[in-house]
């Protein structure tokens, strides 16, 4: 089946760790997104992703950064700059005219 | 950007009753809206888009409306089922945007009881 995957699902991260989430996708989509999700708040975009070797800033994208190398990958690196990281993560994908295909998402906490 | 608004964070509704969601946005009116649904600890599921030029939607259950004048959608589902039970999201894209970013509400959660 075609779909995301993304991992781990859990994560721990400790203060002034850098931690990397991994996104997969077997889509063959050319856009991918990266949205943090905080409880009673909606979605909000950190980057995107529209080809290879390319990527812009969402709207929080201070203390994160990203690479995409390979279509079928947009690892989301959370870094020791962001101040508050806990919160779900979730990876998409997006094919024009259709909605995005979300990825499991990996919840981060920092201990 | 997009304001969106999600009216009631939660909605309780008896099993075979229509439960109806409003999504309403404040700036430019969208090229088409998009309801996804939530489980638990899992990534929002696409149910529908429904385009500027199209009034109403339908998929099996499911019954969406886009409203210009008002700014407003009106996301239905008939003859609920306890299964029904998620959250609820509404979603509109960056005008004039090529690279289909999405703006999101914060969601409505419904419970539907036997």
């Known amino acids: 089946d075609g779909g995301i995957t993304q991992s781990p699902k859990y994560l721990f991260r400790k203060e002034g760790q850098n931690v990397t989430l991994s996104c997969e996708q077997n889509?063959?989509?050319?856009?991918m997104y990266w949205y943090r999700q905080d409880p009673g708040q909606g979605l909000r975009l950190i980057y995107y992703s529209q080809i290879v070797n390319d990527f812009q800033k969402g709207d929080i994208a201070e203390g994160y950064s990203v690479s995409r190398e390979k279509k079928e990958s947009f690892p989301l690196t959370v870094t020791s700059a962001q101040k508050n990281p806990t919160a779900f993560y979730l990876c998409?994908?997006?094919?024009?005219?259709?909605?995005?295909?979300f990825g499991s998402g990996t919840r981060l906490t920092v201990v | 950007s997009q304001k969106i608004e999600q009216n009631s964070e939660a909605l309780n509704i008896q099993e075979g009753k229509t439960a109806t969601l409003t999504c309403n946005y404040t700036n430019y009116s969208p090229a088409y809206l998009q309801w996804y649904r939530q489980d638990p600890g899992r990534g929002p599921v696409f149910l529908l888009l429904?385009?500027?030029?199209?009034k109403e939607k339908r998929k099996e259950r499911l019954k969406v409306t886009f409203d210009t004048t008002l700014k407003q959608s009106l996301f239905h589902i008939t003859a609920s089922q306890p299964a029904d039970s998620a959250t609820y999201l509404c979603?509109?894209?960056?005008?004039?945007?090529?690279?289909?970013?999405?703006?999101f509400g914060r969601g409505t959660q419904l419970t539907v009881w036997p």
């Open positions: 889509l063959n989509h050319d856009a």
């Open positions: 979603a509109l894209p960056d005008r004039g945007s090529t690279l289909g970013r999405l703006y």
């Open positions: 429904i385009r500027e030029n199209e």
């Open positions: 998409a994908t997006h094919r024009t005219s259709l909605g995005y295909t």
